[in-house]
């Protein structure tokens, strides 16, 4: 849906994602490719777990539609946040430099491959839909530091999605999708 949109150089860039991965998967070890799911998986988990709290997919200028979807994917997320974790250190045990140094990578590359999609897709949007898709300088700093904590959490010693804190709030909004998925025949 996205690419229908027609932002030039885009499918470039996820075409060039693909070949990284693929590249990946074809001649890294397996404690790599796993560590490269891990650390992605670390990172998302904590993204998760910020985004819904943040209000924004229940904000009034988000599209229900958009707001529920992404909500569920956030869920998503958190639901099987242990699993690259637990795999990981069942495979390769609790080595500390190679999981911390494939977290860093790992979110580096994703991070990039998301700015790198976002600027493409913002210098597009605000000939196509004005001012009001730009952002300024302060926000820009915001979406910069965000990250930060995240990545540096992921990468501690003690780090373990086990030990993530997961509000009534999150169990609530489960149980609501869940009904919703019993509901549809």
Not at 3 to 32: C, M, N, T, V, W
Not at 144 to 154: D, H, N, T, V
Request: aromatic share 12%; net charge positive.
């Amino acid at each position: 849906m996205v690419l229908a949109h027609g932002y030039p150089g885009l499918e470039q860039k996820i075409d060039r994602l693909r070949r990284d991965l693929e590249k990946f998967l074809g001649s890294a070890s397996d404690r790599y490719c796993i560590g490269y799911v891990e650390g992605f998986e670390s990172y998302t988990t904590q993204f998760a777990l910020r985004m819904i709290e943040s209000g924004l997919y229940d904000h009034r200028r988000t599209h229900p539609a958009f707001g529920s979807l992404f909500k569920w994917h956030m869920l998503e997320e958190i639901e099987h946040r242990t699993v690259a974790f637990d795999l990981y250190r069942h495979l390769f045990g609790r080595g500390y430099w190679h999981r911390a140094r494939m977290c860093w990578f790992t979110q580096g590359h994703m991070l990039r491959f998301q700015a790198e999609c976002a600027a493409l897709m913002l210098a597009v949007d605000i000939k196509r839909h004005g001012e009001r898709c730009r952002i300024r300088t302060r926000r820009r700093l915001q979406l910069a530091i965000f990250p930060i904590g995240m990545r540096l959490r992921s990468m501690l010693p003690g780090y373990s999605p086990h030990k993530h804190h997961v509000p009534q709030s999150i169990a609530n909004l489960s149980a609501h999708f869940t009904r919703l998925a019993e509901n549809v025949r």
